[in-house]
């Protein structure tokens, strides 16, 4: 199982732009995909964006389409989250997580880092 820690969040205003990182330890980083997921305050988790192995499979919500790019570089065990033109909305939790398949349940989760947008 990949160990999986988030760095990069912060505060910024409408239109900043942030970018997240999520470095992968213990296993085979490449194996897996890797997802980023937010929680806002008082809402669920919701998904944001994932990225297959090799980085030729990515998805978004609609609501970060345009915005943000997800990428990898599996040298680094590494994955990032760029996210331009920021939201107040925006604002949350940003969690990685690690399945080995797009349609899995993660089985690896980090601590998350915090991101908080103001206008």
């Known amino acids: 199982q990949v160990q999986l820690v988030e760095s990069g969040g912060g505060l910024a205003q409408a239109g900043d732009s942030l970018r997240l990182s999520c470095v992968g330890s213990g296993s085979t980083f490449d194996s897996y995909v890797i997802f980023w997921f937010r929680q806002a305050p008082g809402k669920e988790r919701e998904f944001v964006a994932d990225?297959?192995?090799?980085?030729?499979?990515?998805s978004y919500s609609d609501s970060v389409k345009g915005r943000f790019a997800i990428s990898r570089d599996n040298a680094k065990s590494t994955a990032y989250l760029h996210m331009d033109v920021l939201k107040p909305e925006d604002t949350g939790i940003y969690y990685c997580?690690?399945?080995?398949?797009?349609?899995?349940?993660?089985?690896?989760w980090g601590q998350g880092t915090q991101v908080t947008v103001s206008s």
């Open positions: 997580a690690a399945a080995l398949t797009p349609q899995a349940t993660p089985e690896s």
């Open positions: 990225i297959n192995w090799s980085g030729g499979y990515i």
